[in-house]
Structures are given as C-alpha cells and as structure tokens.
C-alpha cells in the first residue's frame, strides 16, 4: 500500500508538471483552474455529474483524477484521469472518455478527456481526446497523437466540435522556462558541473532527446553514454563531424550520472522528444531556455530573438542574399535571416533547407558555441550550413567581399586581448560585397564618444549610414552594458554630404524585466520604427531624419525632435525638482550655512536662505 501511495503521488506531481508547463495555474478556484477529486464536494454541480459513475463497471461512485475549469463559469474544460503505470494509458483512456468524459457530455458540458499514464520520474504517456457528437477522437500532431496537455487557447479550440484535431506546440511562457531553467541549474550545480560547462550539458541533452526520440536509457550506468552517442550521431549527421565531441557531458561524473535522469525528465515535458517536425518550435524552445540555463557563462550574450527579426526586417533580407555574422554565437541572427526568407518568400521548410548551406554564414571560434549554433540550425531540421567553428579574422575561407548581408552583435572584449568592438564591424565590412547591407548591434559609447570620432569619420568615408535605432537600457541587462544602438551601414558608397539619416529610440520592445527575467508586455515599438524608417516619417520624441553633426556623432538621442510636454508631464518634473532641492538642503544644511558666513545653529529655514543667496558648484 505504501508503494502504492508513492506511485500515486508520483503521478499527481507529473500532472501537476504538465499542466503548469502549458500555462495552466493548478491551484483551487477561484485563484487558479484545477479541482483534484477531494476538492468536488465543494461545487454540487461537478459531483452531481460523477455521481454513481464508477470506473469500468458503472456501479458504485468514481471520481476522474482531476478537472481543469473555467474559474469563472466553474465549467469543465479538461477531465483527466491518470495511471502511475506506463503501461495503463489505454486504460485511462477508457475510464476518461466511456465513464467520466461521457458523464460531462450527458450533463450538457463539452470538455476534452485527457487521459495520463506514467510518474514524474518515469516514462510518461499522454492522450487527449476531444467529442464530436458521436465518438471520441484523438487531437493530434503531424497525424499522430500528441504528447502534451494543451494550453487554454487550443483548449477552446479543439472543444468546439466542427474544429479539426490538429494542433501545433506552443513554445511556453518566459516564466515557466525560467523555472525550468533554474532547477536544470540546481541540478548541474549539485551535479558539480562549473558555470562555463553548463550550457554544453543542457545543449547536449536537448539535441540527444531529439536524435534518440526520447531513447535514452535513463539509469546512471547508461545515460550519460547514451547523451553522448546520440549528440555525436546528430553531428555526424549533419556533416559536421569535427564539432561532434564538443558539445558533450563528463561521463565519470557520478554525481551527473544521477542527476541527469531529471534532467531528461524536465525537458521531456517540454515535448523536446516527442516532436519530429515542428522545427521552428524546437528552434525557439532551444534559443528561449538556454538563455535562461547559462548561457552568459562563457561570455556570450545572446540577441533576443524579436530584435534579431528586426534586424533582418531592417535590411529586408532576402532567399537570394548570403548573410553573415561573423561572431555567430549560437546562431540568432542565422536563424533570423532563415526565417525571413521563408516568411517573405512563402518557402516550405524543405525548401529553405536547401538554401540554408549556401547562403548562411557564420564563425564563432569557441568550440562549445559553434557547436550549439550547429545544435540549433539541426533541431531547426537541418545542420548543414556554413557555420565554422573558426577565427573570422584568420579564416581561410572568410568570404572577402561577397556578402550581401551581415547581421552581427559582436561580442563585447573584456580584456585588453580581445578584439575590439570596432574591429569586428570593420571585418565584417570586408565580408560584404559592394552596396552590402550591414546591421549591427554596437555599444553607445563607440557612437557618441568624441575621442572616436575619427572612427567613425573613417567608416563614414567609404560606407553610407543609414539608420540608427537605439534599443531599451534593459535589454541585455543584467549580463552587458545596457546602452546599445543598432546601426546600419551600406557599403562601399562614402556617405553623401547633407544625407538626411533615420534615428529612432525604442523604449518598448514588447518585453519587460521583472524579477530578472523580460516577460511579454504591450505596446512594443519596434514595428513603428520599421514603418518610420521605410515611409520616411518620423514622431517627435520617439523617431526622426537628420544630417549628422560635425562630431559624427551616431546617437539617436542627439536628432530626434523633442516632443512636446503634457501638463501632468512638467507638473511632475518640477515637483521633482522641488524633490531633489529639498532633499539637497536637508543633507547639506551645515555646509550652506558656513559658505553664507554665519554662525550659530542651523535651521532649515537658515539653510533654504543660505542656498538661495550662496554661489557654489554642487
């Protein structure tokens, strides 16, 4: 009985897991969507429906293992029913759709009947099931079952009965990713795996579930082997065999041996292992969660994936442009430019696969993330492009002015060894052909700095800038500077005197830190600025065209028009004002009274007369 209870609690955790990874809030209503079986007897309406319905044989009373609802109407949107055993789904099956499924039909309510079988340290199986007024059918994916609950959205969906089963995997929430993220680092902390290695591990892991199909054998004495084989497999396969051992995990750590089961377990609910076509979520999945799992610890700050779109939208990347970066990192702006094509172009994924080895062009020469870029270009269903695993400035086969398009944030030198910010774009520009476009993310200071100048007066001498849009202070925070700036360049034209160009600055970019992590939000201006920029309009405060300045100077800030203040605005400025000037007083009240010349004790009121009748420099 004991080991019964353990099993049975097991699988609570799993369907707690499963629920929360597609957003679902498993607490009680009103507060959250999920009644477990002793919490019916609360809501007459749900144990009127269950009453005398027992499972298989229809006598005595039953219970479903849980029901999600609609918190507000209390409706049922999922009755689910769950098995500790793997090989009981069929079972559950059975029990969810003939007993506890077909008791909501008869009451007049249209869930879906989800039916679950496994623990939360096992194997797991899932199948939905939705009515269509004569019989239960599965929801799938690519014809085939899917493997996850869905979110609320497909929910709605796939209850209404004209609606095809067909679903698509949606990538989850930042928060839930984040979540995730910090119990694979917990892990790898306790597993004694060191901050520059971790990335490598969740890397590794993710691409072994996807080219075993979830065959890993999860005991110590195989697992890490078996990540091994698999990950090397997946190179090999893609024909980058000299990139198949870096990306890795330590075989005789122990400590990992026995912790990577979880692991596994974690990213299994995440559907890494289940899916076989859906590359692009693959892609998103992978670029979202090992941002969260590390990925700052080998000093790689990774462009967030809207802001690599933008880019590519900036330059209007198309099939038939060969773009470079050439400090790819793990492949964001590649992928950018990939997905653009097949956006703009309506290319199947087959037939941007083909384009992808001739016309993606990337270096990075850290072996651990040239590999996971090749990870991330083959979980997006092909590893065959040009990333190299190299120096873009010794690299033999650099492509010296044949580039139409680069995309790049370089990386930031943290010692006196790296090179500098500036010399990447100069590299880069070699890389582009005549009338090339270039955009790259650069640091504020490079821009706006007077003691560069003569930088830029030497870029502007044989290239063109086109349009300068800075990005919000929070965007790579807490990992690099915070002022950025994308720039855009085209080559080998010098910039025209009394050329008019576009400055924007973005405040909101669709995203918003809290808690240390960016969380979607309303409102993102990024798609503003792109209209800006290709109408040739412009808003004062947030947008505008302008000839440069004798310093050369590429900051936004310095041409937009300033927009005009509302009155609730300059209330709140001068109360500001007034803000700082009495806190001033109170802090220095010592110090204005002696450089007025008087003596004796100090009052406020002495104070406020000494500041307003004494010059001095605060």
């Known amino acids: ?39 019916y007897k609360d809501h007459a309406h749900l144990r009127d429906i269950f009453l005398h319905r027992s499972k298989v044989r229809m006598i005595g009373h039953g219970l479903p293992e849980a029901v999600v609802v609609d918190r507000q109407s209390m409706q049922p949107l999922l009755v689910i029913e769950a098995k500790a055993a793997v090989g009981d789904l069929d079972v559950a ?59 609320r ?47 490598s591990v969740v890397g590794a892991c993710m691409l072994a579930l996807w080219q075993s199909k979830g065959k890993l054998r999860k005991d110590p004495e195989y697992i890490l082997r078996d990540i091994n084989q698999s990950c090397e497999q997946a190179f090999w396969n893609a024909g980058k065999p000299v990139l198949a051992k870096s990306l890795h995990v330590d075989e005789a750590n122990e400590k990992l041996a026995v912790k990577a089961r979880r692991i596994i377990s974690i990213l299994e609910r995440l559907n890494v292992s289940v899916l076989t076509a859906e590359h692009d979520y693959l ?27 933008f880019c590519a939208d900036l330059v209007d990347v198309t099939k038939d442009d060969v773009v470079l970066d050439p400090a790819c990192g793990t ?73 139409n398009v680069v995309l790049m944030n370089p990386p930031y030198p943290h010692k006196s060894t790296d090179a500098p910010t500036e010399r990447f774009l100069e590299r880069a520009l070699e890389g582009l052909g005549q009338n090339g476009r270039l955009a790259a993310i650069m640091p504020l200071s490079l821009l706006v700095k007077s003691n560069r100048a003569s930088w830029r007066r030497s870029v502007l001498a044989k290239n063109t800038l086109e349009a300068a849009v800075k990005l919000p202070d929070e965007l790579f925070q807490p990992y690099a500077q915070p002022y950025t700036v994308i720039v ?19 405040e909101n970019d669709g995203f918003r830190l809290k808690k240390g992590v960016r969380i979607a939000q309303d409102g993102t201006e990024l798609p503003k600025a792109l209209e800006h920029f290709r109408e040739h309009t412009s808003e004062a405060g947030f947008s505008g065209w302008a000839e440069l300045d004798d310093d050369a100077s590429f900051a936004p800030g310095a041409y937009i028009p300033a927009r005009e203040l509302a009155d609730d605005e300059i209330d709140g400025a001068v109360r500001e004002v007034l803000r700082a000037r009495t806190a001033f007083v109170a802090l220095h009240a010592s110090e204005l009274v002696s450089r007025s010349g008087r003596s004796g004790p100090c009052s406020p009121r002495a104070a406020a007369s000494a500041l307003t009748s004494t010059s001095f420099t605060a």
């Open 283 to 309: 892609g998103q999945l992978y670029e979202t969660f090992f941002r969260y799992a590390g990925g700052n610890t080998i000093g790689q700050y990774f462009t967030p994936r809207h802001v690599a779109s």
């Open 1 to 39: 009985m004991a080991r019964a209870r353990v099993s049975e609690v097991r699988a609570e955790h799993l369907l707690t897991e499963l629920l929360t990874t597609q957003g679902w809030d498993t607490r009680r209503p009103p507060n959250g969507d999920l009644l477990r079986q002793h919490e």
């Open 93 to 151: 099956v059975r029990e969810v759709t003939e007993v506890y499924g077909r008791a909501c039909i008869d009451a007049g309510y249209n869930p879906l009947a989800v039916a679950i079988a496994g623990t939360s340290e096992d194997d797991f199986a899932v199948r939905v099931l939705k009515w269509t007024g004569s019989k239960w059918i599965a929801a799938t994916y690519e014809g085939h079952p899917i493997g996850w609950i869905p979110n």
């Open 488 to 506: 855009y360049l085209r080559k080998g034209v010098p910039h025209p005197k009394g050329k008019k160009v576009f400055f924007a600055r973005v």
């Open 331 to 403: 492949g964001g702006f590649l992928i950018a430019a990939m997905d653009r094509m097949a956006r703009e172009h309506r290319l199947s994924r087959s037939e941007v696969v083909k384009l992808v080895p001739s016309k993606l062009i990337g270096y990075d020469d850290e072996p651990i993330t040239a590999a996971l870029c090749v990870a991330n270009m083959i979980l997006r269903g092909d590893g065959s492009s040009g990333v190299q695993r190299g120096d873009a400035f010794t690299a033999t086969d650099f492509p010296q002015g044949t580039a």
């Open 153 to 199: 959205a497909d929910v709605d969906r796939l209850r209404v009965s004209s609606s095809a089963p067909e679903l698509r995997p949606t990538v989850p929430g930042p928060d839930v990713l984040a979540s995730r993220a910090d119990e694979i680092n917990r892990l790898l902390r306790e597993s004694s795996v060191n901050d520059r290695l971790r990335p």
